[in-house]
């Protein structure tokens, strides 16, 4: 019985959890690992991700940096250059424009402008993504500016266990990395698991098949995951099988594994909540056209948020962005086709 | 017998003295006081290296043999001489596109074919110049976007002022490994209008960085003049608002840049902080060589003749004759002053010099080009 007493209770984590235990097992195994960005020491950063990290690694290693994005992503490349893997935060991801140029010209081409005699270990995450209310400047998905930049991976965790394990393959991948929170999951209790005690990782440009289906398709990644898998909970009940797919890391994509579906299914919807015109379901529609286009029955789908910025009242903002009707809607168009 | 100034006060407003003397200090001539003659004579001999190589790469591309835009820094060299001959090996710097000098004058001190100091040899920068595999980048960006992690170069970019929040960066590294390396980045006056020039200088002054900040300020940013650019009366005087120290330099004095450069360095070695130091200079040329022509349309006649009168190495030559460094036998052997490309042979310049370059130009055409292959190459560093 006292056996059974002392044994550790093993506890939900959620998704926010899930980022600051990352953030500080990397730092504590890693002595040449920084972390810097707006009110991330005392305050422990505007959503808490990296409280308590400053009274445990210093105020050298965890660094509050003035309101300056472009002096952030400059600095960090700096340290990177100088040896350092770093952690730089975004408030908001929104504001990753103020830091633009230092991302897509100094940060990215790094590697490939010296000829593989500089890589960066750097990653830049922040919290990302709608349907919270967070009106134009703190609801944004701006992902495919970054994809559209040759040298930076750009990954977007949609569960607890692959946060953790996503956010460390990306600080020991020794590319910069946009890493892209959905921030409406941060404290999501339904989605909270059980991670493993040991160290993992997810590795990069690996999918993960979130619900097995045969009738078609729907990828995504990030928040929409959910609400694809609520579409496929409702489709079922028409008698339709959907299969969701998370992509989970953008660059580099896993296309096998939405070919290998797709094979099955023969339809596709890709669901994502940035704006469609040059957008990343763009991208993913266009390689299963191009690479997979035996395999369709089915003119391929997008649904994303219409091509505006995202409005501030629900009723507003609700309406711009991608719904499990529609992507109800759209995969019995699809199926019927 | 210590160096006099040659510099006629008049010319040039309030050297000698930090923008504003109630921020933190005066230079003190100090460091001018304690070069020796060696150093003064070598510090001679690299201001025509520097000038060599910017005339010798204007014939070369007048005679088709060079692509690419040339971006001189002709008239502006004492800046980089000044500022690179008091630094340690262990010191980093950045330069941008008119320092292309600067990547082999670097540690370069007494000893310019030493192939282990922490500077890119003369071969690797005609290399990268003449767009040659042998560039310490493969020739995969153009002319001054070089650089070396191992020799502690910072590579630019395009984007002016781009390089300060990394230099800051990389000096935030090495205190916490232990060291005290400074590094010396180098911008335009039209830089310092740019956002993440202020964002960086003030990252560095909240955190006391050894960040030396030069402005080469040549009055002219492209085809916009200083007074479009700042509109205070000094570029130096951006430095009030950052609570550090800012500097005014003759930048046509190679012995004052030497002197106001190493009093920012030291001032940041000893932990007190980064400097904005300022040379007041002028561009001969255009802004780059696509340039030249209408400069001399956008710039008045009388401007560009004043801008040019005094001669980095007219002025250098004088201080060493006014020392007893050189007879005025000596002083006439080699006369490149004031002379544009198509002027200057290579009798004006000392043989050494002339061989040095020389040495360069033929190891880079014989370095092939890279194959076409790696234009998709090094996008990612491979996974483990």
Redesign the interface.
């Known amino acids: 019985m006292a056996a059974i007493a002392s044994a550790p209770v093993q506890t939900k984590k959620n998704y926010l959890t899930a980022l600051k235990e990352a953030i500080s097992e990397e730092m504590a195994g890693n002595g040449d690992m920084?972390c810097l960005g707006e009110d991330i020491g005392q305050l422990g950063g505007a959503f808490g991700v990296t409280e308590g990290l400053q009274d445990s690694f210093g105020t050298?290693?965890v660094i509050d940096?003035?309101i300056?994005e472009?002096?952030i992503?400059?600095?960090?490349?700096?340290?990177?250059?100088?040896?350092?893997t770093v952690m730089a935060e975004m408030q908001f991801i929104d504001f990753i424009t103020c830091g633009f140029?230092?991302i897509v010209?100094?940060m990215a081409?790094?590697?490939?402008?010296?000829?593989?005699?500089?890589?960066l270990p750097v990653v830049v995450r922040g919290p990302a993504g709608a349907y919270g209310g967070g009106a134009l400047y703190h609801s944004q998905m701006n992902e495919a500016w970054f994809c559209n930049s040759?040298?930076l991976?750009v990954v977007c965790p949609s569960t607890p266990y692959d946060a953790k394990g996503l956010l460390k393959a990306a600080l020991r991948?020794?590319?910069p990395c946009i890493f892209f929170e959905i921030k409406e999951l941060y404290r999501r209790s339904e989605i909270a698991e059980i991670l493993p005690e040991d160290d993992y990782i997810v590795p990069l440009g690996k999918a993960a098949v979130r619900r097995e289906g045969t009738d078609v398709t729907l990828v995504s990644y990030g928040q929409n995951v959910y609400h694809c898998l609520q579409a496929a909970t409702e489709l079922e009940k028409l008698g339709v099988s959907a299969e969701v797919i998370d992509i989970r890391s953008l660059v580099p994509l896993d296309e096998e594994t939405i070919f290998a579906s797709l094979a099955k299914t023969n339809r596709i919807i890709v669901v994502n909540e940035a704006p469609m015109t040059c957008g990343f379901a763009g991208e993913i529609v266009s390689r299963v056209t191009t690479k997979a286009f035996d395999l369709l029955d089915a003119p391929p789908v997008r649904i994303t948020r219409l091509d505006t910025p995202v409005p501030w009242v629900k009723p507003l903002e609700l309406f711009v962005l991608p719904s499990v009707e529609r992507i109800v809607q759209s995969a019995l168009q699809t199926v019927r086709y | 017998m210590p160096l006099q100034t040659t510099t006629d006060a008049a010319e040039l407003p309030s050297h000698d003295q930090v923008s504003d003397p109630g921020i933190r200090h005066f230079a003190t001539k100090r460091y001018r006081d304690s070069l020796t003659k060696e150093d003064c004579l070598e510090m001679f001999r690299q201001l025509y290296l520097a000038r060599y190589f910017d005339v010798r790469l204007i014939k070369e591309k007048k005679r088709g043999r060079l692509r690419g835009t040339l971006y001189s820094s002709h008239n502006q060299e004492a800046i980089l001489v000044g500022s690179l001959f008091g630094l340690r090996s262990t010191d980093w710097i950045s330069p941008i596109h008119r320092d292309m000098p600067a990547f082999f004058l670097k540690d370069a001190k007494f000893q310019w074919a030493e192939l282990d100091r922490m500077g890119l040899s003369i071969q690797q920068v005609c290399s990268q110049v003449w767009g040659r595999v042998d560039s310490?980048?493969?020739a995969?960006?153009n002319w001054s976007?070089i650089?070396?992690?191992?020799k502690r170069i910072?590579?630019s970019?395009?984007?002016l002022a781009?390089?300060?929040?990394?230099?800051?960066?990389?000096?935030?590294?090495?205190r916490?490994?232990g060291g005290d390396a400074v590094v010396v980045t180098y911008n335009g006056e039209g830089s310092t209008a740019q956002?993440?020039f202020h964002?960086?200088v003030?990252?560095a002054a909240?955190h006391k960085l050894p960040v030396v900040t030069i402005i080469e300020n040549n009055q002219w940013a492209y085809g916009t003049p200083v007074r479009l650019g700042c509109a205070t009366p000094d570029v130096a005087d951006r430095a009030k608002g950052f609570g550090i120290p800012g500097y005014i330099a003759d930048g046509q004095d190679v012995f004052d840049v030497y002197d106001k450069v190493m009093s920012a360095v030291e001032f940041a070695r000893s932990g007190q902080g980064p400097s904005i130091v300022e040379c007041k200079t002028f561009r001969a040329y255009g802004h780059g060589d696509h340039d030249d022509d209408r400069a001399n349309k956008y710039r008045d006649p009388a401007e560009i003749e004043h801008g040019r009168l005094r001669d980095p190495i007219a002025v250098c030559r004088q201080s060493l004759l006014d020392l007893g460094y050189i007879s005025a036998e000596e002083a006439e052997k080699f006369i490149a002053e004031g002379k544009n490309a198509a002027e200057a042979t290579n009798e004006d310049f000392p043989p050494e010099v002339v061989d040095y370059l020389n040495s360069g130009i033929e190891f880079a055409l014989a370095s092939p080009q890279p194959e076409a292959e790696?234009g998709g190459?090094?996008?990612?560093?491979e996974?483990?």
Do not use: C
Request: hydrophobic share 35%.
């Open positions: 920084v050298q290693r940096m003035p300056a472009a002096a992503i400059g600095a960090s490349v700096g340290l990177a250059l100088n040896g350092k140029d230092q010209n100094m081409t790094y590697h490939y402008r010296t000829a593989g005699e500089v890589n040759p040298g991976r991948d020794g590319n | 310490p980048g493969r995969r960006d976007h650089g070396s992690k191992e910072i590579h970019t395009s984007m781009g390089t300060i929040p990394v230099a800051a960066g990389v000096v935030y590294a090495d916490m490994n956002g993440v964002e960086a003030n990252f909240v790696e190459m090094w996008v990612f560093k996974s483990k």
